[in-house]
């Protein structure tokens, strides 16, 4: 083993506000929260995800080869339909040719990052 992963680190133009989508999205809360750097831990206590401001930033565009992803999130849920209400609500879009029935659906958060919601049914 050469490491593991200690976290995953979101860059946008504001973290606070980015964050605040995430600690949602993903049932995380604050370990570290600065201007430019807020970091969310899961129930253990470990680091999972980072958010880092960046001047300048230029959001990903889906489908777009001249602004791609580079990564995106696949979020495990029970049940598309109703993850899917909860995440819009907390300002995420819904990407277009993503209203699969079942498996997974693509969307993007409130800064153009891309994030699927997967079901085992997906995997």
Known sequence: MIGRLYAVVIDCPDPDELAVFYEKLLSLSRQADTADFVVLQDASGAPVVAFQRVDGFRAPRWGDPERPPHLHLDVMVPDL?????QVLALG???????DKPIGYRVYEDPVGHPFCLITPEGV
């Open 92 to 98: 995420a879009t819904l990407l277009d040719g993503s």
């Open 81 to 85: 339909d109703t993850a899917e209400a």
